[in-house]
């Protein structure tokens, strides 16, 4: 294993950057998020999960996506490149690359590739630091993620105590380890295994069960806490909702995507007016079938990772690993 002093990390992110793009987790006016290194120096965060993921690397808050213009009678479309540049992701958890995975579903899969997203992808090395103390609200061991191991990622880091040990996952990974040799140390180092999450839930069985509530009466004992305001989408690794806008100026204008929540009542209001989700009900209740039922559904697996934001930021305290206990609960024969 390879390893570096602590004290010196921001050295090596200093030598990366010189000649690549790089991002690590940063202190940014009392958020912790994934921030391009060089341009908030001094400010690395180590010490836990960020609280922001770093999804929007992959996949931004906007991005245009093309423009047109109008000259008589006629129209044209101008296509925006989707080439992206190389990136580095240094310091993403285990939990966040395993969310990297679910995207892929969405963005990759079932006979759509978004082109997008699959530049970005295809162009980021991602070096992902182990945990060794889940904090409270973690329960990625419920999803069987080991907190201190990333498989999908290219180079795999471990907290030592005074250093960080790095072992190469992929070739990309090996080469990146390779080009800054002379920051590193050869040691006997074995991986440190993770304490166990204090939190957990047993997803056994939820989406068959929860293929039975749909009109359960306890989505309408729930969705009276909710305020609506959204945060647990936002700070969500895996929430994927987007909009698509237009800017127009003229005889000229773009199309853009932007984020968006199913938490939000204008998500699925209709040219008309209608809302198929017309209350915090069906909101709350669609948020939860979405990661419990619809994704398993289709790709075979849960849309949560346990990484514990939406759990820690909720301002009313609404818990999905309650709300899993609660719907084992229940006997439906009743």
Not at 32 to 41: D, E, M, P
Not at 100 to 119: I, P, Q, R
Not at 146 to 160: I, S
Request: charged letters at 30%.
């Amino acid at each position: 294993m390879k390893t570096i002093k602590k004290a010196k990390i921001a050295e090596l992110l200093d030598k990366i950057a010189a000649e690549q793009t790089i991002f690590a987790p940063v202190a940014v006016e009392g958020v912790t998020r994934f921030a391009r290194w060089g341009q908030h120096k001094g400010d690395l965060y180590l010490e836990g999960n960020s609280l922001l993921p770093p999804k929007d690397l992959l996949f931004p808050q906007t991005e245009k996506m093309y423009s047109y213009h109008v000259k008589g009678m006629t129209a044209a479309v101008d296509e925006v490149a989707t080439t992206a540049e190389p990136q580095i992701i240094f310091g993403i958890r285990p939990c966040d690359v395993k969310s990297l995975e679910m995207l892929d579903d969405v963005f990759l899969t079932k006979g759509y590739v978004d082109e997008f997203y699959k530049s970005r992808r295809d162009n980021t090395l991602l070096v992902a630091l182990g945990c060794r103390k889940p904090e409270p609200t973690c329960f990625c061991t419920s999803w069987g993620i080991d907190p201190a191991q990333a498989p999908g990622a290219d180079v795999n880091a471990f907290d030592l105590g005074e250093e960080l040990g790095f072992e190469a996952r992929t070739e990309a990974g090996q080469k990146f380890l390779d080009a800054y040799t002379q920051f590193f140390s050869e040691a006997s180092s074995s991986a440190p295994k993770a304490e166990e999450c204090t939190l957990k839930v047993d997803p056994e069985g939820i989406t068959e069960k929860l293929q039975k509530m749909f009109e359960y009466s306890l989505w309408d004992e729930l969705y009276h806490k909710c305020l609506g305001c959204g945060i647990c989408t936002y700070v969500c690794p895996t929430c994927h909702c987007f909009d698509i806008q237009s800017e127009n100026r003229g005889d000229q204008g773009f199309k853009f995507r932007c984020w968006d929540s199913c938490m939000f009542s204008e998500y699925t209001r209709m040219a008309g007016g209608h809302n198929p989700r017309p209350s915090k009900k069906e909101r709350l209740r669609n948020r939860f079938l979405h990661k419990l039922q619809y994704f398993p559904e289709r790709y075979n697996k849960f849309a949560c990772v346990g990484c514990g934001r939406c759990l820690s930021k909720c301002p009313v305290n609404m818990d999905i690993t309650r709300l899993i206990d609660r719907v084992k609960e229940v006997k439906l024969d009743e």
